[in-house]
């Protein structure tokens, strides 16, 4: 109990973390309890007390566990609690409560900013960022995509399994499902070291944090019949590759496209 | 260009056809066009969730389901037009008195700048690699779940593909359903396409919620509205609030969760403790949420279903009336099936 108790208080902190979100909610409850109420209100303040009770207490958690995985993802009972509407009618409320349109103006205006400094903005260049198409994918991928294409129809070969970073072979396929990938995205790198140290170096490799000297980089994927291989130079597969058959079909400014004929 | 267009009227005009079914004049007010748009997305998700189940379990073709879905859309879109007719609803008059109102100024231009954004600008997120690569798949292979999604190899074993929650809650295969029917790549109408329209949807189920809340008062439903914007907008603090998921991923079953349907429950809730005695088109519309919510995530149905059930508890006891209740158990049924499906699977 004290464990699952530990894990709900760590979930609040990673979802509302720094902000004052959370507080900013519970005033806005606690307003709305004082104030004189509707149905309505009652029925909106009563769930969202009575919710955020369950989400506390560790048998709710210990029994739904298994519909979150195991409680790896307990954080979505959070988005039972409706935060935004409890703040956002609390604000209203207070705003239109004040006398005079100069006294609501400011008061609107006062509370819109306590919002925004009390969060933190969505829109940040981490968030979005601008796209080369309308499929909102990276510009690598669309580049490795269509370098892949045009070899196909040159070479005449179709076959197309594709190893690259893992943040082009996570996109590739939302794009052209022909292209089959080496591996799924569902690796767990922190895991793999440990786990299967071969294929932790290949995926380093192919991220550009490892160099490919030393080792049967090349003959894996040729095994593995794996036809295209996207490399960045610092990997310094080159020779490797080309020893097991592979040819630069495609290169930009920091990586490369292979392609096997033979496979 | 015909696909465009085939695009455009089944995310616009068909929402609208079947959302009339279930909004009367007097419960959408001045706001009625954008109440019966979203209700009409609840119904184009909720008749989507059975047979995309059965056809998803049974790995049949994405055409067979697709033509199994356009039959019922059929059906209901039928059932709603003589509804449309029969109330003379006018969507242009209503458009006019929507925005015929100054409050409606600074929400719709703060809804439409983030919708600007969300077409021109792109935000990644590694979780497309399932869904969006299994959607394209499927329009493919033609098939439902017989490939994995994100690598192209068939399917061996669900659970270590990491594809067995994609089979109790099937979105993936209603993006595939817009992609085969439109011609139009499943990545393209999920990042670029529909997240203007899911902003606008996500939005007016605050207004809902709004309206519910402040009735007929314009103003206080535009101060309602900017704050609500406010709050989402600054939600980045974290990736795990529901404004992040709203601002951010909209296209995402989670997003659809948090900002569509359980939203609308709580408006569904405030709606109950209001008028005096429980519509059909209440407990269809509440099926329609449920099974909406069973579509996006199996986790969302079980949420959606906590929601539902709570409000239903309050208002039965406020009420003094267990009718509430009983006459909605039946919407239950659906959110049950699904999670009965995935743990099956998992």
Redesign the interface.
Known sequence: MAQAFEQIINTVR??????F?LPLMLAAVFYLIIRRQ???????V??SL??LAAFLLPIVYLI?K???RDGQ?Y??????I????L???A??DL??SLPGKAARFAG?VV??AV??F???????SE?????PS?????LPTLQVLNAINRNRQESGNDQAVFAGPIGVM??I?????????Y????LNMEKLSEENPRLFRRMMILDGSMTAEGGDFGGHFRAKKVNYIMVFDEAKADKNLSANGYEAVSRTDNWTLWYNPDL | MAGALILLLMITVVPYILGSGLIRNKDGGAYALLFRYAAGWVVLYGLFYLPALVCTLMHTSLDLLIAIYLVILLAAAVYSLRILIRERINPLKEAKELFVNPNVILPSVLILGHSLVTFFMMHLDDDDYSYIGTAATSVYTNTLMVYNGGTGAVLKNLETDGMNRLVAAPQFAFYAFLSKISGIRAVTICHSILPPVFTVLFFTAFLMIARELFGDDRRKCGIFMVFCFVISAFSGFSTFTSGSFVMLRSWQGKAQIVGLILPLIIAFGLRLIRVEKLQSADVIMLTALLSAASLQTAMGAVLAAMAAGLFLLLVSFMKKSGSYFVKCLPAFVIPAICALVYLKIR
């Open positions: 990673m979802v509302y973390g720094s902000s979100y509707s149905a309505g209100r009652v029925v909106l009563s769930y009575l919710m739904l298994p519909f979150f993802v954080w979505r009972f959070l988005w039972l409706p935060y935004t509407v703040i956002a009618l604000a209203t705003v239109s609107f509370l819109t919002l925004i009390g969060g933190k903005t969505v829109y940040t968030n979005w960022r601008r796209s309308f499929e909102k994918v990276t996570s996109r396929r939302q794009v052209d499902p022909s292209i089959r990938l591996v799924g995205r569902n």
